[in-house]
Each structure stands twice: as C-alpha cells, then as structure tokens.
C-alpha cells in the first residue's frame, strides 16, 4: 500500500535478517514470544510497520516498512541496539547480536513473496 508524507509518495519495506553472538540456538520459547513483543514495540514507537517477522532459534527474520527519510543502516541499529537493551533489563537471561546483518529492498511487487518466504520459515526450521 502506497504511504505518504507531507512531501513524498513510497512504498519502501525491507527484509532485514541478523543472528545472535556465536549464532547460538536460544531464540525459543519465551526468549522467542519477549522478543516479538520488543520488536513490535520498536516499530510502533518509531513510526515503523512491521509488516511480518519470525525468530527463529538461531536467527531473526523482519520485514519492516520504513519512510525514506530512515535509512536501512538506522533501522538496523533501532532493531537491534534497542532490543537487546529492552530485553536484558527486562529479563534475566541475555540477548546479544552480532555487529552484522542482511537487508533488502523490496517494493510492492515482491512485498507479498518475501511476506511468504517468512511465514514458512517457522515450518521449515532455518
């Protein structure tokens, strides 16, 4: 769906994919529901949508839809930095992230692939 601001017209989401420090398996059970709860959360209070997401035990999958006026390197670091602050003081056991990641670009032609692309990795286990 075609978003607008006061002075553009866009339709920008973008799948963004990063594990955690020695990409350990632990994203699970309530460690996997605390952080779909914080990343919803960051979006809302940054204005962004979070148009579908999946943890899985050793990575995270997010499709997010952004204004152009954020860049894809700063909502990496809102996502990231931000959740593991959230979770480690709201929780005893920790989160970290690794310093890399992956994104893409996707308009609205692909939006509804990668949609489904990560709605079956929870079948698929990785």
């Known amino acids: ?61 997010l499709f997010i839809g952004s204004p152009p006026k954020n860049a894809p390197s700063l909502i990496v670091n809102w996502v990231k930095g931000i959740s593991a602050r959230k979770y480690n003081q709201r929780y005893d056991d920790r989160v970290k992230w690794t310093r890399s990641y992956y994104v893409g670009t996707a308009g609205s032609a692909s939006k509804g692939a990668v949609e489904r692309y990560i709605a079956e990795q929870e079948g698929d286990g990785g």
């Open 1 to 61: 769906m075609v978003k607008s601001t006061r002075h553009a017209k866009y339709e920008l989401y973008y799948h963004i994919v990063f594990v955690p420090k020695c990409r350990r398996s632990h994203l699970t059970g309530k460690t996997k529901e605390r952080l779909e709860t914080i990343f919803a959360e960051i979006c809302e209070d940054k204005g962004l949508e979070l148009a579908e997401s999946e943890v899985m035990p050793d990575h995270v999958h």
